[in-house]
């Protein structure tokens, strides 16, 4: 059974960065797309990015597009999502996923595997 652990979220002040990470367990991460989202309070899960397997590809959000970085270490079953320039309405808890499909896909039906997501909160 794969498990996903985030990590990296705390709290900032608006302009600010953070990196979050994503540890895999098992030995097939490299096979897989994977993703982050996000929930804010009171909101609906969104998307926020997605890579595929072998890193090369990329897929943001508008409204991150430009801000975050989605990257990944196949060699450490890590991904990771840089986040620069960081909002007040960033703030969410943000979870990372493994992709049923190949390509880049922003549906979360579309993700069968979660973490337990780590919360961000970006101060005004």
């Known amino acids: 059974q794969v498990q996903l652990v985030e990590s990296g979220g705390g709290l900032v002040q608006a302009g600010g960065s953070l990196r979050l990470s994503c540890a895999a367990s098992?030995?097939?991460?490299?096979?897989?797309?994977m993703g982050w989202f996000r929930q804010a309070p009171g909101k609906e899960r969104e998307f926020v990015a997605a890579?595929?397997?072998?890193?090369?590809?990329?897929y943001y959000s508008d409204s991150v597009k430009g801000r975050f970085t989605i990257s990944r270490d196949n060699a450490k079953n890590t991904v990771y999502l840089q986040m620069n320039s960081l909002k007040p309405e960033d703030t969410a808890v943000y979870y990372c996923?493994?992709?049923?499909?190949?390509?880049?896909?922003?549906?979360?039906?579309?993700?069968?595997?979660w973490g337990q997501g780590t919360q961000v909160t970006v101060s005004s």
């Open positions: 996923a493994r992709s049923v499909r190949l390509g880049l896909s922003p549906r979360s039906n579309e993700y069968d595997r």
């Open positions: 890579i595929n397997r072998s890193g090369g590809s990329t």
């Open positions: 098992g030995r097939t991460f490299s096979a897989y797309t």
